[in-house]
């Protein structure tokens, strides 16, 4: 038997990954386990975005491998779309990265910037991918802590002094996941000027900016952020394009250059009627969003329900597309799903898989239509009769 690499000795199995296993042999027996935890869009893209998808697929040119960077016409549409929805002037050539989905990102960007040893400040709580991608590179993933009474923003100034002096990198993720807090200009300005002046490379994971959101902001927009800082974006989550894997990475040159040095020894380029459909994504009008987030406000309605029959509190004010809600004083989170799961057969996200401080949380995705979660409400008022 070969043993694994150290780099992933301690790497845990990703939780969907394991507790998707779990429901699937409870529905094998019969359970019908309805899952409203895992944030993958149902709703279909646009007609016209797998119209040209389609086209594109037909002609005989366009199977053959692609540049690394992608082809122009995605990294302009990108560009026009930051100027357009977040006033952010990106030089289409050199500031911008198309990826296969934001995801990989995370994991490209920790390869071309962190060594064994370094010190990569992670939110509490946060999306796992973030400290699994530092210590695979042998990072240090020190946790920073985001609380319901600071709003779940960060306390910079609450950061340790010796940690500030190791770090090198810094995961941000607003629009928020898992709390659906959504980002503010001060939030950004402060951001922005932390990096500059502590020489860190600050990073915002922003693919949830068009749902249930009236102001879509990007960390790119604060002042001096182009210096030390970078976003990734994604069309999963705003253009219901989750298993077509398109993400991107924008900010300074240098930065980009680096992230291509991994990615052109990793992939070779994303298929180009993939490309030219997102193109087309990208110039959506403003009313796809508000389509899009008028059934989101719907099923959002429904999830309230459900956490009101489970006597949790939550903000109605969240964007994106979860709801995060306290759960009663004195419970768990993982047994709280689980009196769920095994005794109505709903599954919802326990707060403990995105760190220590989503103890006494849970998260419902709105994800699923609104037969799946009215059918939710009446099995967990049987139990609350």
């Not at 939550?314 to 095994?342: C, H, N, T, V």
């Amino acid at each position: 038997m070969i043993e694994v690499a150290n780099r992933i000795a301690e790497v845990k199995e990703y939780y969907f990954s394991k507790k998707l296993d779990e429901i699937r042999e409870m529905n094998a027996r019969g359970c019908d386990v309805l899952n409203l935890g895992i944030g993958s869009p149902d709703l279909p893209p646009a007609k016209q975005v797998t119209d040209r998808l389609v086209t594109s697929a037909s002609q005989s040119n366009t199977h053959a491998y692609q540049s690394y960077r992608s082809i122009p016409e995605l990294r302009s549409a990108i560009s026009k779309f930051y100027e357009r929805h977040f006033d952010v002037r990106l030089n289409s050539d050199t500031e911008i990265l198309p990826l296969l989905g934001s995801k990989e990102g995370v994991m490209y960007i920790s390869m071309a910037f962190l060594n064994p040893g370094d010190t990569v400040l992670i939110p509490n709580p946060g999306y796992p991918a973030y400290k699994t991608a530092a210590e695979m590179m042998g990072a240090k993933a020190i946790s920073f802590d985001l609380k319901e009474e600071n709003n779940w923003f960060p306390d910079l100034e609450g950061i340790d002094d010796e940690v500030l002096a190791s770090a090198k990198m810094m995961w941000v993720n607003y629009p928020n996941m898992p709390t659906g807090q959504k980002a503010s200009r001060e939030l950004f300005s402060k951001l922005a000027r932390f990096a500059q002046d502590h020489n860190i490379l600050v990073v915002n994971d922003n693919p949830y900016s068009f749902i249930l959101n009236e102001n879509p902001m990007s960390l790119l927009s604060a002042q001096g952020a182009m210096e030390n800082c970078l976003e990734l974006n994604s069309m999963s989550k705003a253009f219901n394009m989750a298993g077509w894997r398109v993400g991107m990475v924008c900010g300074r040159e240098e930065y980009v250059n680096a992230i291509l040095r991994v990615k052109s020894n990793v992939d070779s380029g994303m298929f180009k009627p993939v490309q030219e459909a997102s193109v087309e994504a990208l110039s959506l009008p403003a009313s796809w969003f508000d389509g899009v987030n008028a059934e989101y406000m719907e099923r959002r309605k429904l999830a309230t329900k459900i956490l009101d029959i489970l006597e949790c509190s939550y903000d109605i004010g969240q964007s994106g597309m979860f709801m995060w809600a306290k759960i009663p004083e004195g419970r768990k989170s993982e047994e709280f799903i689980e009196e769920i799961l095994q005794g109505r057969f709903v599954f919802v996200t326990p707060g403990t898989i995105f760190g220590s401080n989503g103890e006494g949380y849970i998260r419902i995705s709105l994800c699923s239509n609104k037969e799946m979660f009215n059918t939710a409400i009446q099995r967990l008022e049987m139990v609350k009769a």
